[in-house]
């Protein structure tokens, strides 16, 4: 079993910038694929970026590429996002996740632990 607990969301103008954490707990973290999704109000969760076991490896959704990386410490079981440029639609609630695969997924089903979420709103 493992808790992940998000944090860092919160209200940030077009342009902004955000961090969002993710701190896991139980066990081993670095056996673990991460990844970051979202839920925007009245759409199904999707994908936003994901981060191999060792971080050597990331993957991220079109819509976020170039503007948004994802990493992580291993030493200190966290998982970060990076969030630049933010537009208005990636207003959402973020979740992390943990896979016990070996590959970056970008399917939601994949993911065998989540957190509770954090809400990240970006105002005009």
């Known amino acids: 079993q493992v808790q992940l607990v998000e944090s860092g969301g919160g209200l940030v103008q077009v342009g902004g910038s955000l961090r969002l954490s993710c701190a896991a707990s139980?066990?081993?973290?670095?056996?673990?694929?991460m990844g970051w999704f979202r839920q925007a109000p009245g759409k199904e969760r999707e994908f936003v970026a994901g981060?191999?076991?060792?971080?050597?490896?990331?993957f991220y959704a079109n819509s976020v590429k170039g503007r948004f990386a994802i990493s992580r410490d291993n030493a200190e079981n966290t998982l970060y996002l990076q969030m630049n440029s933010l537009k208005s639609e990636d207003t959402a609630v973020y979740y992390c996740?943990?896979?016990?695969?070996?590959?970056?997924?970008?399917?939601?089903?994949?993911?065998?632990?989540w957190g509770q979420g954090t809400q990240v709103t970006v105002s005009i």
């Open positions: 139980g066990r081993t973290f670095s056996n673990y694929i």
């Open positions: 981060i191999s076991r060792n971080g050597a490896s990331v």
């Open positions: 996740a943990a896979d016990r695969s070996t590959v970056i997924h970008t399917t939601r089903s994949r993911y065998d632990y």
